[in-house]
């Protein structure tokens, strides 16, 4: 099974390759003659397009059999081990890794590819390859004032069917940081990925550390996913800002009393948390406010004959955002 780990970067993204492989022998490869007469030296040639054909310039193709060693394509996608002067192959398999990754974040970014190809002695061996480019999102982070925020560092927590046992964890790289524009490109390779956005050292402002996309939890956070069909390239944004209020919990409000003229309600509130918090209270006739009535009880009047009586209680907590809770309507209001 072909997996490829996850590569993420803010001025580039580094792939690792992991498999695809097959073996391959000294036959012709994409309708390339299979080998060129050459008596001096043992070598590997060929050409690295994109799925339409275009040639990819500055691919590395690493010899696994040197480590350390390798070559790049040139503006015509193509390659000759040879151009390294220490690069020695030897007759017999070898693996073959190509490799590209955007120099700018706006550059597209492919999956690796690895092959394995048979070295004839004395000969030179074609091999071409065809990279596909990688899906990935480049995000901008901006704070409150939408200035872009450069060095902002990323948690990252990945999730995958063979990482981990499929459960959620933070991902094996790092560190990761936007770059000098405020942005960081997160390429494909995990089934879902959340990251947070903090602040750089020394920043100064009202923003705090947020969760994509716009959440302050890991559990409340939205999965960045590719599914099949998504496009190659997505520019996402993140705007920090200060910390949200924090929500009351309130109650529904109860009506205690008779509803008829001359008597007195009582709005029964029930419990607000976190406490103590402010509560007031409006009355209404039916669906209209009753003008004046902003207290926790209510005196019955005969306008009030054949409506119903409810009350509103709004609760207030300084850092917490206001709530506000109705409770049901009494019977029709009667005379005596």
Partial sequence: MRRTLLVLTTSLALTVPV??????????????????????????????????????????????????????????????????????????????????????????????????????????????????????????????????????????????????????????????????????????????????VGLPAGHRGAEVPEWWENAYSFATARSLTFPSGVALRRDLSVQLGPAPRKALSPSRPVVRGKARVGRTLRARPGTWRPAPVRLTYTWFRGAKRIPGATKATYRVIRKDVGKRISVRVTGRKAGYTSASRTSAKTIKVRRR
């Avoid at 693996?95 to 590819?113: A, E, H, M, R």
């Avoid at 048979?118 to 939408?146: C, E, M, W």
């Avoid at 390779?189 to 959340?194: L, M, N, Q, S």
């Fill in 19 to 196: 498999l695809g492989v097959a073996p391959t022998s000294a036959a012709s490869y994409d309708g390339a003659p299979a080998v060129e007469a050459r008596a001096d030296a043992e070598a590997v040639t060929g050409r690295v397009t994109d799925a339409a054909g275009k040639p990819i310039e500055g691919v590395s193709v690493y010899f696994r059999t040197e480590p350390g060693r390798s070559v790049q394509t040139d503006a015509d996608g193509r390659y000759d081990s040879r151009d390294d002067e220490f690069l020695d192959l030897q007759p017999g398999p070898v693996l073959i890794d190509f490799d590209k990754w955007g120099d700018t974040l706006d550059d597209p970014v492919y999956w690796s590819q690895q092959v394995q190809v048979t070295v004839v002695a004395g000969q030179a061996v074609q091999r071409n390859a065809t990279l596909a480019v990688r899906p990935s999102a480049v995000f901008t982070v901006r704070d409150a004032a939408g200035r872009r925020v450069v060095n902002a560092p990323l948690t990252i927590q990945v999730r995958d069917v063979d990482f981990n046992g499929g459960q959620w964890g933070p991902i094996q790289s790092g560190p990761h940081t936007t770059d000098s524009t405020g942005r960081y490109r997160f390429t494909a390779g995990f089934d879902e990925v959340r990251f947070q």
